[in-house]
């Protein structure tokens, strides 16, 4: 059974830094993407940032660019999303997902959520101002 577990997450003041991670269990880090999403309460659920493992092509949301880096160990079978220069409009609850079949990540498209099959349980990121 696929398995997503987040960490990292926590309160940082607004130019803070924090790094979440994404580890993966039977599943092949190798073959499928991984993204990270967000969602505020009341807000949709959107694409931060998206890795291919193929030709580690990504993609990343025009206001996290610059800011916040994907990346992967595959000996940990773990993602990571550093996020650097927090804002507080960086704060909700992320997730990271996969899909069951192939999905490209590039800047042409952000990730949608209805392709992505497996779910975390989600960390809060909260940044005060």
């Known amino acids: 059974q696929v398995q997503l577990v987040e960490s990292g997450g926590g309160v940082v003041q607004a130019g803070g830094s924090l790094t979440l991670a994404c580890t993966v269990s039977?599943?092949?880090?190798?073959?499928?993407?991984i993204a990270w999403f967000r969602q505020d309460p009341g807000k949709e659920r959107e694409g931060v940032s998206c890795?291919?493992?193929?030709?580690?092509?990504?993609y990343y949301v025009d206001s996290v660019k610059g800011r916040f880096t994907i990346s992967r160990d595959n000996a940990k079978n773990t993602v990571y999303l550093q996020m650097n220069d927090l804002k507080p409009e960086d704060t909700a609850v992320y997730y990271c997902a996969a899909p069951s079949d192939y999905w490209y990540c590039s800047q042409r498209a952000a990730p949608r959520a209805p392709y992505f099959d497996y779910w975390g349980q989600g960390t809060q990121v909260t940044v005060s101002s």
């Open positions: 890795f291919t493992s193929s030709d580690e092509s990504t």
């Open positions: 039977e599943f092949s880090l190798d073959y499928y993407a």
